[in-house]
């Protein structure tokens, strides 16, 4: 018995390990190659170092093997977590290495509403955290911009709504970047319009708009996800050009929303907001014109009756220069008597300091003196310092040895000749400059002196009492005379004459005529 059923299993076909994981991978991949998956995430603690990203999924009874490769990684919509149910498109495979099979995912989306309600304010908390809700960074919009920029569908009727309201309220440039509004590409759509708006310069061949619109119609919250994509909405906070989010109607709110510097409750709305109403401009210009017309006709009129009050008030010219009139008028008749005894009293100064040669001869002697003093001094101060020092070398000259000495000796000789060099040098300097300097006095004597004028053919007058002659007016007929020449003396006697002058009356106190000055002599 034991050898018929050692026989019939010896019968069976043998498989080896391998062979047998491969026909499972097979008949799994086979009959499993394209599903959709419902659970839980669990076990997921981020990508791998390589890449990809390995976790399962949960029900309350059972468990599956998922795995993300790298690539698809790359292009999830949101970031997967632990517990969040989610519905994963992919293909069932096994792997042999463990013997249990997994899902390679290749699609990951939220299981519900619930969850996409609850992703978006998982990245609503993450933002506000970072700061990107905060009212101090929003910026204010451009009351009067001159281009607006555009982000929607260009075949909706939400960019014919919003040109239609821009156009009655005030026309301008409008700039369309046209995007998808609904579906996997929305949120890189809009994110490179945002970029590309501000990528723009002023001064090139599209301007750069001074104001963007991200508009959208209404839609539930599926066709609103693209708007809630975290990197969209880090665009629109870092961009420089200032943007109103205008998606959805007023009661949906998306994370653009949030990060944009203004929210308008439809794209209508968005429409107002970026421009004013050109009518109700010109009417306020217009009122403020005619305000600013009447308050200037008004300070007009109040400051000339403040003048005229003014003027009132203020004395007449007359009154005002009555008192500098006669200041003046008094001054004028000072001023003739003023310049009379300046003058006089300038005369008698320079009469006092008038240079004459014996003034010259005075001051000649006395330079020659203290000439004299100083050489003197300086002669007996240069004999008394070589006496000291041939004192003082005696003394030190016992106290050396012979050899020092005769150095010491030829030294303090050398330097007495140095030195009487210098003395001999810098008294003849001396001596030349007062050579020079009496050289030029005695010059400048011989040129004021009389005795020059004499020679030139001159002759001094002078009366019996030897008093020099110096006018007609002052001989007499008859008077003796002394005749002083160059070359000797000779006397004289005055054939006519005349009488002495009379001193001129000094000016009166009395004011001149205002039209006659008076003469200043």
Not at 343 to 372: D, H, V, W
Not at 424 to 434: G, I, K, M, N, V
Not at 480 to 500: K, M, V
């Amino acid at each position: 018995m034991s050898e018929a059923a050692t026989e019939s299993r010896s019968n069976a076909t043998e498989y080896t390990v391998s062979e047998i994981s491969g026909a499972l991978k097979r008949t799994v991949e086979d009959a499993f190659g394209n599903v959709r998956v419902r659970g839980e995430i669990s076990g997921y603690r981020g990508p791998h170092s390589s890449g990809h990203a390995y976790f399962a999924l949960k029900d309350d009874r059972a468990r599956i093997e998922a795995v993300v490769w790298k690539t698809t990684m790359a292009r999830l919509k949101f970031r997967p977590e632990e517990g969040m149910e989610v519905i994963a498109s992919g293909r069932l495979t096994t792997y042999p290495g463990k013997s249990n099979y997994q899902i390679v995912i290749d699609n990951l989306e939220p299981a519900g509403a619930g969850a996409l309600m609850a992703l978006l304010e998982e990245r609503k908390r993450r933002l506000q955290a970072e700061g990107l809700f905060d009212a101090g960074r929003k910026r204010r919009l451009p009351f009067m911009p001159r281009a607006i920029g555009v982000i929607t569908s260009p075949t909706g009727s939400v960019i014919r709504d919003i040109i239609h309201r821009i156009k009655d309220r005030f026309p301008l440039t409008v700039l369309v970047w046209p995007v998808r509004v609904q579906g996997d590409t929305t949120a890189k759509e809009v994110t490179a319009a945002v970029n590309g708006f501000n990528a723009l310069t002023w001064d090139g061949a599209i301007r750069q708009p001074d104001l963007l619109i991200v508009a959208r119609g209404g839609g539930s919250l599926e066709d609103l996800w693209g708007f809630n994509d975290e990197g969209l909405a880090r665009a629109v906070a870092a961009s420089r050009i200032p943007i109103i989010s205008a998606v959805g109607h007023e009661t949906d709110w998306t994370l653009v929303d949030f990060v944009a510097d203004m929210r308008a409750p439809t794209p209508t709305g968005a429409a107002e907001m970026a421009v004013p109403v050109k009518a109700e401009l010109e009417a306020t210009l217009a009122n403020l014109g005619a305000r600013l017309s009447a308050c200037t006709s008004r300070h007009l009129d109040r400051k000339r009756q403040a003048v005229r009050a003014a003027a009132r008030a203020l004395p007449s010219p007359d009154q005002l220069l009555a008192l500098p009139r006669r200041r003046f008028d008094e001054a004028t008749s000072r001023l003739g008597r003023g310049l009379t005894v300046s003058i006089e009293r300038k005369r008698a100064r320079l009469e006092r300091q008038r240079l004459t040669p014996a003034t010259l001869s005075r001051r000649l002697n006395e330079t020659r003196r203290l000439t004299g003093r100083d050489i003197a001094r300086a002669r007996a101060a240069f004999f008394a310092i070589v006496r000291q020092s041939r004192a003082r070398f005696q003394r030190n000259s016992a106290r050396l040895s012979p050899a020092p000495v005769v150095r010491r000796q030829k030294l303090q000789a050398d330097t007495l000749a140095g030195l009487t060099r210098r003395q001999e040098q810098a008294t003849a300097r001396r001596l030349d400059r007062l050579r020079a300097a009496l050289t030029q006095a005695d010059r400048l004597l011989t040129t004021l002196s009389h005795k020059a004028v004499l020679a030139r053919g001159f002759a001094l007058v002078k009366d019996a009492d030897g008093t020099v002659v110096k006018r007609v007016a002052e001989l007499a007929p008859g008077a003796a005379l002394q005749l002083e020449f160059a070359d000797g003396n000779a006397e004289a006697i005055a054939t006519s004459g005349g009488a002495r002058p009379k001193l001129a009356a000094k000016p009166s106190g009395k004011a001149k005529e205002p039209g006659n000055q008076g003469s200043l002599f």
